[in-house]
């Protein structure tokens, strides 16, 4: 059921964030770390979110998710998943929610995974854990279309031999215990392989400390593709690996996004990986969204002053001339500027800047700005 | 070839060894031959288990209650003289390794009895123990707020009054059986497993594994029982199995000084307390009970000592 109503919903956007305001009550007073952010995700796209560190990037993820910490407060505004508002569920509807329609995966992967449970218990727990979402799932990977989703191929030999009793299971037939166990299992093993894990059956046997960084980052991402979620946030998950291996994650995400029919946030601070990966991209800036484009739009065409900064502090190896940056350093939030944040910093202030706070306006077609020079 | 087969040979071994609990225990008896009281521990506490399983098949598990007046105090061990003055030599073909006692019962055979009974409600104790406190402790760290500090709180209570006087008092209002003894002295001891249990959990639960958990949508109960148990149970264990000796301890502390439900309970503490009027008559009634209770719990105590190195991450590799 799951299956079919995602493809009767036709509506454009999976993700519309609208002024969303979030304070972190600290000792110290209250940090503004999100001051109306406003974002949409396109079904199928990636979108990259772009901004320095402390940006409010992954207070963003963690709202969307609400998974917020504990002296962290939502303001006001509305998270639509497909016209829901995830901030209006309850927390058990949430965690239904989490489990089945939005997945994320953290920085650093050495630390996100159980350290004493191997990976395949780990990635079958997450298929079984709701067993009704599991029974659908065996019955699509038993039907053409799941495959043909995969380019063409059956998803795994062995759940192809199981083609005819995965074809009578019902989301609402009764199965033994030990057929769950093994048809978990090859499921899991097909979501292994699926990120090009090497050698799948074994790395299923291992625990996380048996793996390297990469390894164990394409695990957490097996382990996200098997909830099968409508949206996939991905916070920085590049971060704490070496550069050949981001560049292998960076590309087995766009695959796998083709694959499993999902839309990405991409949050990351390297706009190299926008330029590469991204189909648009979101710029952050002290707890706003300053600018939305396409990505080349955005790289031929910078609007707001930020934005120009940043592409200009990107060292070029045929340019001579010194390296360019932006003045002044990321304003505290505890006492953020007045009006809009930016304009301590940007040489194009004027008098009006630190009085109003400007919305985000369309310039051109998909082209959104949130800069006082551009009307608004 | 042959080069190609001989180092193909050893990597498939390796494979098969480099995960799983061949490993574990592979590492297990390389930290024991490493350290050699910790073997000596494991092997007292081991052999005390064996002991317990088969003391059915050495000893009838009812000669306690046969008593032989006749026999009473006497000792015909050639291996040692005690240069005791009213010593008797005990009639009839049979040597008495360990002695008798003042019912006329085999000492040695008393012992045998009494280890499996001691350490039976060691187990029960650290058991029960163990699994309030995992529960308890857990649900304390992982809840937080007002039943946290409910419990915490409670074991407080517990905590202030001295053990050894609560589970006598206890003892004093339940009476005098084995049972009850047990449940007292289990009520002295379950508070501390739950602050070591909640103290684990506090830190644990802060893991960015936990919040990957949530973030997948998984239950309260999923994740405390299931994952975040599993990750800060093992202090839990090595404190249990430490316990085990001074369960022991503490149980014959107790029927030592009288709680002892009938004078002929073959139980270590008990055993020695019948001795005491006999110390300068036949001092065997309380030298070998006694040293059988240092013995046991120093073993189970080494014991612990290693599990704890074997568990200890810091110690790893």
Excluded at chain 2, 219 to 227: A, K, N, Q, S
Excluded at chain 2, 273 to 283: K, M, S
Aim: aromatic share 6%; net charge positive.
């Amino acid at each position: 059921m799951a299956v079919m109503s995602r493809a009767l919903v036709t509506k454009d956007a999976v993700l519309e964030v609208k002024d969303l305001r979030v304070d972190f009550h600290t000792y110290a007073g209250d940090v503004k770390a999100l001051n109306g952010v406003e974002l949409t995700v396109k079904r199928g796209e990636i979108l990259g979110l772009v901004g320095e560190s402390g940006c409010g990037k992954s207070v963003t993820a963690l709202s969307i998710v609400g998974l917020l910490p504990q002296n962290a407060e939502v303001v006001s505004g509305e998270i639509l998943l497909e016209g829901r508002d995830l901030l209006r569920l309850t927390k058990e509807e949430m965690r239904l929610a989490r489990l089945g329609e939005i997945a994320i995966v953290f920085q650093d992967p050495a630390t996100y995974l159980n350290p004493v449970i191997n990976i395949g218990a780990q990635i079958t727990e997450i298929l079984t854990s709701d067993r009704r979402r599991f029974q659908v799932e065996l019955v699509s990977a038993g039907l053409k279309d799941f495959e043909g989703r995969v380019q063409g191929k059956p998803l795994s030999p062995a759940l192809e031999k199981e083609g005819r009793r995965l074809r009578s299971i019902t989301p609402s037939s009764r199965m033994r215990r030990g057929e769950v166990k093994r048809l978990a299992k090859l499921l899991a093993l097909s979501y292994l392989r699926m990120v090009k894990l090497p050698d799948a059956a074994r790395v299923f046997k291992m625990y996380p400390f048996e793996l390297s960084g990469g390894m164990r980052q394409r695990a957490i991402i097996a382990m996200a593709l098997a909830r099968r979620p409508k949206l996939l946030l991905a916070d920085e998950i590049t971060t704490a690996l070496d550069v050949t291996v981001q560049a292998q994650i960076l590309r087995l995400l766009k695959e796998l996004k083709e694959k499993i029919d999902a839309s990405v946030v991409l949050i990351t601070h390297d706009l190299a990986v926008v330029a590469e990966l991204c189909d648009r991209a979101a710029v952050m800036y002290a707890g706003n969204i300053v600018e939305v484009a396409e990505v080349k739009e955005l790289f031929a065409n910078p609007l707001h002053p930020y934005t120009k900064g940043l592409l200009e502090a990107i060292p070029r190896p045929d340019s001579r001339s010194e390296l360019k940056s932006i003045a002044g350093s990321v304003p505290d939030l505890l006492f953020p500027p007045t009006g809009c944040r930016f304009h301590p910093r940007c040489p194009f202030a004027f008098d009006r800047c630190p009085k109003v706070a400007p919305p985000l306006v369309e310039v051109s077609p998909g082209h959104l700005v949130a800069c006082l020079l551009y009307g608004g | 070839m042959t080069r190609e087969s001989s180092s193909s040979a050893p990597s498939k071994e390796e494979r098969k060894s480099s995960h799983g609990f061949r490993r574990e225990v592979r590492y297990g008896i390389h930290l024991l031959r490493k350290n050699p009281i910790v073997l000596l521990g494991s092997i007292v506490a081991l052999g005390s288990i064996v002991l317990s399983l088969s003391s059915g098949l050495v000893v009838d598990q009812n000669s306690w209650k046969t008593t032989h007046i006749a026999l009473r105090l006497c000792w015909n061990n050639p291996i040692v003289n005690w240069n005791l003055r009213n010593v008797y030599d005990c009639a009839g073909p049979t040597t008495y390794t360990l002695g008798t006692d003042n019912y006329g019962r085999d000492v040695f055979r008393m012992i045998i009895l009494a280890i499996p009974l001691d350490l039976r409600i060691s187990l029960e104790i650290v058991l029960s123990a163990v699994l309030i406190g995992t529960v308890f402790g857990g649900i304390a760290a992982y809840a937080g707020g007002t039943l946290d500090e409910l419990i915490l709180r409670l074991t407080d209570i517990f905590l202030a009054i001295p053990s050894l006087l609560l589970a006598i008092v206890l003892a004093t209002i339940l009476g005098r059986t084995l049972e009850n003894l047990t449940l007292s002295v289990l009520i002295t001891w379950w508070p501390t497993y739950v602050r070591l249990m909640r103290s684990q959990v506090l830190t644990e639960k802060e893991k960015p594994y936990v919040e990957a958990l949530r973030a997948v949508g998984a239950g309260r109960f999923r994740i405390l029982f299931r994952h975040i148990v599993p990750n800060s149970i093992y202090p839990i264990l090595v404190q249990g199995t430490l316990d085990i000796g001074s369960v022991i301890l503490t149980f014959s502390a107790l029927t030592f000084i009288g709680f002892s439900p009938s004078p002929l309970i073959p139980e270590l503490g008990n055993l020695v307390n019948q001795g005491i009027e006999f110390v300068f008559t036949a001092p065997w009634l309380i030298i070998f009970p006694g040293l059988t209770i240092f013995i046991v719990s120093l073993g189970f105590n080494l014991l612990g000592d290693g599990i704890r190195d074997i568990f200890d991450p810091r110690l790893r590799r």
